[in-house]
C-alpha cells in the first residue's frame, strides 16, 4: 500500500507485516527511525494510512474478520483506535482534507448496494455524513486534496484505461 508523508515532511506513514500481522508504522525523517507503531488485533488487514491536517491523526482503511473494509482513525500518540464505518461496504484509499473537516476516500457502496465499482465519497467528520461525489460506469480511485482543499484529483478506471482526473468539493 502506498505511504503517506506528513506536511512537513517529517513523518511518513506505511503499513507493513510484522510476526505476520499488518502494523501501522510512522516513521520520522529526520530521526531516520520508527517513532510509533500500532497494531490491532480486531483488523487483519489495513491498507493507506493518511495524515491529519495537523499530524495528530491518521486515518486508513482497516479490514476485520468478516472480510469488509472500513474506514478508521487513529490518535497518533495515544493509539486510540475509533472506526468511522460500520457497514458492508468496502471502503478504501481515505484522504484526510487540509482543513481536517473532511475524508475523501472510494468505495463500492450505491443506491442499490455493492456495485462492484469504487466510486468517490466525503466523510464529513463533524456529524458522520457520507456524501457521493463520483459516480456512474467505470471506477474512481485514490483521491488526493489539493493544498486549498478545494479539489479531488484520482485515479478514474475507464473502459480498461486509468485517467487523472480532478474533480471540485
Known sequence: ???TLKDDLAGLAFVAKRQGQDNLYVWDLRLGREVHRF???????????SFSHDGTGLVF?????SGFADLYTV???SGKLE????????DRDPAWSPDGQWIAFSSDRGEEGRQGRYHLFLWRLPDGRVLPLTGGEGSEIHPAWDPAGERLAYCAEGGGIHNLQVARV
Not at 39 to 49: N, R, Y
Not at 83 to 90: F, G, N, P, S
Open 39 to 49: 497494531e490491532f488485533a480486531e483488523l487483519v488487514a489495513l491498507a493507506s494510512p
Open 61 to 65: 482503511s482497516g479490514t476485520d474478520q
Open 1 to 3: 500500500e502506498q505511504p
Open 75 to 77: 490518535e497518533v500518540q
Open 83 to 90: 472506526q468511522l464505518t460500520a457497514d458492508w461496504y468496502h
